[in-house]
């Protein structure tokens, strides 16, 4: 599809504090329903690192070239975690003292190895880096979207979703 302009964003990553406001709004706004515990449109990630789902940069898939779709691996629910789910009555309502923890031993979840970095002291280092929706030319979401609720509007390229449509 051709469009009349395109969207671009750039970050300076030299002011990500890795606070992840950005993360949690539009986790709040988009993603917040059952059946939607592992979406993650925007995400800041902690590189280098493993990413989330953990090692997707190896999982291959995306578009070549000439725009042709090449398959990659599907992320497996270990590759995600288990969704936390706290104990906040029990800890908040019985008027006891127990400690506020998830309900299962988590073992890989977003931002795990978050500002873990790489290299020995002096030399290490590590970054913020926030995964928006960079509103693609070709966009793979809205390839692989099942109730064609993903859109890309004419005008300005902006990627959207037609909540009517969406089912998460």
């Given at each position: 599809?051709?469009?009349?302009r ?5 970050l ?8 992840h ?8 706004m ?12 925007n ?6 690192g493993?990413g ?8 291959g ?8 779709l090449n398959?990659g ?5 270990e590759?995600?975690g288990?969704p936390w789910?706290y ?7 019985t008027g006891?003292?127990?400690w506020?923890?998830?309900h299962?031993?988590p073992?890989?979840?977003a ?9 020995d002291?002096?030399n290490?280092?590590y970054f913020?880096l ?9 966009p ?8 064609n609720?993903i859109?890309?509007?004419?005008e300005?390229?902006i ?10």
């Amino acid at each position: 599809m051709a469009v009349k302009r395109q969207l671009s964003m750039v970050l300076d990553l030299n002011k990500c504090i890795g606070c992840h406001t950005c993360t949690t709004a539009c986790k709040l706004m988009w993603t917040n329903r059952n059946g939607r515990e592992f979406m993650y449109w925007n995400n800041v990630e902690t590189q280098p690192g493993k990413g989330y789902p953990r090692d997707y940069q190896e999982m291959g898939g995306g578009f070549d070239g000439d725009g042709a779709l090449n398959l990659g691996r599907q992320p497996s629910q270990e590759d995600y975690g288990i969704p936390w789910e706290y104990n906040y009555e029990e800890a908040l309502m019985t008027g006891t003292d127990p400690w506020l923890r998830p309900h299962v031993k988590p073992t890989w979840g977003a931002n795990w190895d978050e500002d873990q970095g790489e290299g020995d002291y002096p030399n290490s280092y590590y970054f913020y880096l926030p995964r928006l929706c960079n509103h693609c030319s070709n966009p793979a979401c809205l390839a692989a979207c099942s109730r064609n609720a993903i859109y890309k509007r004419q005008e300005d390229g902006i990627v959207l979703i037609d909540q009517e449509r969406c089912r998460g």
